[in-house]
């Protein structure tokens, strides 16, 4: 089996469609494919609905979503997976994070604009379309006017990398609460790319020990950031906590260079992680 737990949609800042995504991870050969749009579930219906659409057993769907958490002064991420979506208080602070992506990103085309880009606001919701506005959203914006030559020069310390010069702080949850709302939700949390220095701090092992005794279901490890002596060490930590490890292609569509399967879950992982959700269940076609 292959078994790829992290794609994004243009619900939030990939380029493909939720429909497209599912027709790219049929064609990609993937056995299983997630769904873990920022912040939001709203590729969800579109998704599903052309999962019904491949021939039976071809293609296995797990909804899921990628949440904006904030350790300290460190910036983090928590994949979520299998969650009830329609609980009142998760689907609350889901919101809360989406839309404020929205003042972020206007406040960050200022910056950029302060500091010479000549792009706009409505230029950024063009390219974000339906989806939740993000970082690589204004990224393709400063590609399009020429100021960097493609979206991952865009975040450097000169733009769009945390704490660079455009970049403005949005609201996160709190990764222990977090980890606590996915749980209630009947989900399984994860954290993402843990050991992603290239884009930025990380957080230390004692806050993931911390985020274990809360719930923590897991840590990405297999991931196109982290590099074989990471990928060692968070295999080690996970091994001590009692954690499943992961891995996934971080998929983003044309915006990043990553292929769908690029990295992969082993199959007996991901059985072990699907039997913890309560909150739903994957979709076959």
Same mark, same amino acid.
């Given at each position: 089996m292959r078994i790829d737990l992290h794609a994004h949609s243009n619900a939030s800042d990939g380029t493909d469609s939720p429909a497209e995504?599912? !027709?790219?991870?049929?064609?990609?050969?993937?056995?299983? =494919?997630a769904l873990t749009d920022h912040d939001t579930?709203? *590729?969800?219906?579109?998704?599903?609905?052309?999962?019904r659409t491949l021939p039976p057993g071809s293609l296995t769907l797990v909804t899921g979503a990628e949440l904006s958490c904030r350790a300290g002064d460190v910036s983090m991420h928590l994949l979520a997976y299998l969650f009830d979506p329609a609980?009142?208080?998760?689907?609350?602070?889901?919101? @809360?994070?989406?839309?404020?992506?929205?003042?972020?990103?206007?406040?960050?085309?200022?910056?950029c604009r302060a500091l010479g880009?000549? &792009?706009?606001?409505?230029? =950024?919701?063009? &390219?974000?379309?339906?989806?939740?506005?993000?970082?690589?959203? &204004?990224?393709?914006?400063?590609?399009?006017?020429?100021?960097? !030559?493609?979206? *991952?020069?865009?975040? %450097?310390?000169d733009w769009l990398a945390n704490?660079?010069?455009?970049?403005?702080?949005?609201?996160?949850?709190? +990764?222990?609460a977090a980890v606590r709302l996915v749980r209630a939700a009947g989900g399984v949390p994860v954290f993402a790319h843990p050991g992603a220095v290239k884009?930025?701090?990380?957080?230390?092992?004692? =806050? &993931?020990?911390?985020?274990? !005794?809360?719930? @923590?279901?897991?840590?990405?490890?297999?991931?196109?950031?982290?590099?074989? +002596? %990471?990928r060692a060490r968070l295999r080690g930590l996970a091994a001590d906590l009692g954690l499943l490890t992961t891995g996934s292609s971080d998929y983003h569509g044309?915006?990043?260079?990553?292929? @769908? *399967?690029g990295h992969t879950t082993d199959p007996a992982v991901y059985e072990a992680l699907i039997a913890q959700? %309560?909150?739903?269940?994957?979709?076959?076609?």
């Open positions: 995504l599912i !027709a790219a991870a049929a064609g990609a050969g993937l056995d299983v =494919v579930v709203a *590729g969800y219906a579109e998704a599903t609905a052309a999962l609980e009142p208080e998760f689907a609350r602070e889901r919101e @809360l994070v989406r839309t404020d992506r929205f003042r972020r990103g206007e406040a960050v085309v200022e910056r880009a000549p &792009i706009s606001w409505e230029q =950024v919701r063009r &390219i974000a379309g339906s989806g939740a506005v993000g970082r690589p959203h &204004i990224a393709s914006a400063l590609v399009e006017a020429g100021v960097v !030559a493609t979206v *991952g020069d865009a975040f %450097t310390a704490g660079g010069r455009a970049d403005v702080p949005k609201h996160e949850l709190d +990764p222990v884009r930025g701090r990380t957080v230390p092992d004692r =806050v &993931i020990a911390e985020l274990a !005794a809360a719930g @923590l279901g897991g840590l990405e490890v297999d991931h196109m950031d982290h590099d074989e +002596p %990471t044309s915006r990043k260079t990553v292929r @769908l *399967g959700a %309560t909150g739903a269940k994957p979709l076959s076609a």
